[in-house]
């Protein structure tokens, strides 16, 4: 079993709408979770983190956490072109981020 | 301006060849890593570091190599023993206990075989 897992991809939503991104994560004592976006052939930037079990809201970006499901997930609302991008889901594993294998949104205008 | 510098941006690989790929960093940043992306995939850990003179594998290593001799550089060696090296590789570094919130990326190589 992978240590992250993200739903499959691609996911097309159309402007406006809200993006809904899903991922998993296997060891059960993790307690720091990330959600990085990635543009083609470029590095990630961070985008969100949240620590506790509930929702984190920044801007139009809402992460959920939800420890005893070892489940996070990330909304984006309001969605707009500029979003389209690879999400990358991240989990703190011994001072080591594990990524899961991200999932592409495209935004249709 | 404070950050991570990798070079080069592209770089070929001649069947059998040693390549070194650089990652220098004025963060004052003591954990380095490197990483491998293959497409349509997320990051794969292949070293990381801690301290200067000290590295640990991560979870793709065979095939890789690395040294710390100074705390700015963390250079990636991928040996010819890498059968399978196309990849678009990250160099990050961040404070140690600091993964994650405060991890900082290079812009990425992108190494390709002839």
């Known amino acids: 079993q992978k240590e992250v897992e993200q739903n499959s991809g691609p996911l097309s939503v159309p402007e406006g709408a809200i993006a809904s991104l899903n991922c998993t994560y296997s060891?059960?004592?993790?307690?720091?979770f990330f959600w990085y976006r990635q543009y083609s052939g470029k590095s990630p930037e961070l985008i969100m983190s949240?620590?506790?079990?509930g929702d984190k809201e920044d801007g139009r970006f809402t992460a959920q956490l939800n420890k005893a499901s070892q489940y996070v997930s990330l909304l984006i609302r309001d969605s707009q072109p500029s979003d389209s991008a690879t999400y990358l889901c991240a989990v703190v594993n011994d001072y080591k981020l594990s990524f899961g294998a991200g999932t592409t949104v495209t935004v249709r205008a | 301006d404070g950050g991570i510098t990798q070079s080069p941006k592209y770089l070929f690989r001649k069947e059998g060849q040693n390549v070194t790929l650089s990652c220098e960093q004025n963060l004052n940043h003591d954990a380095m890593y490197w990483y491998r992306q293959d497409p349509g995939q997320g990051l794969r850990l292949i070293y990381y570091s801690q301290i200067v003179n000290d590295f640990q594998k991560g979870d793709i290593a065979e095939g890789y190599s690395v040294s710390r001799e100074k705390k700015e550089s963390f250079p990636l060696t991928v040996t010819s023993a890498q059968k399978n090296p196309t990849a678009f590789y990250l160099c990050?570094?961040?404070?140690?206990?600091?993964?994650?919130?405060?991890?900082?990326f290079g812009s990425g190589t992108q190494l390709s075989v002839l």
């Open positions: 990050a570094s961040s404070i140690v206990g600091q993964t994650g919130e405060k991890l900082f």
């Open positions: 060891d059960r004592g993790s307690q720091s």
């Open positions: 949240i620590y506790s079990n």
